[in-house]
């Protein structure tokens, strides 16, 4: 079962499969999302989730 993600109230809404992360899945579905993982910025890939919508 996919699920439908949406990071902020007014942003894009994408699907995520159970087997990826929020990061992988909004990159596999062509969203720009900040992140600095494993460049010693922590903390840079917090942002604000809206809603999972179960599909």
């Not at 942003?11 to 720009?32: M, V, W, Y």
Request: charged share 20%; net charge positive.
């Amino acid at each position: 079962m996919s699920h439908k993600i949406q990071i902020a109230p007014d942003g894009p809404i994408f699907e995520a499969r159970p087997d990826e992360t929020i990061l992988q899945a909004a990159r596999r579905n062509g969203q720009i999302l900040p992140y600095e993982c494993g460049w010693g910025v922590a903390g840079h890939a917090k942002w604000g989730l809206s809603k999972v919508l179960s599909t």
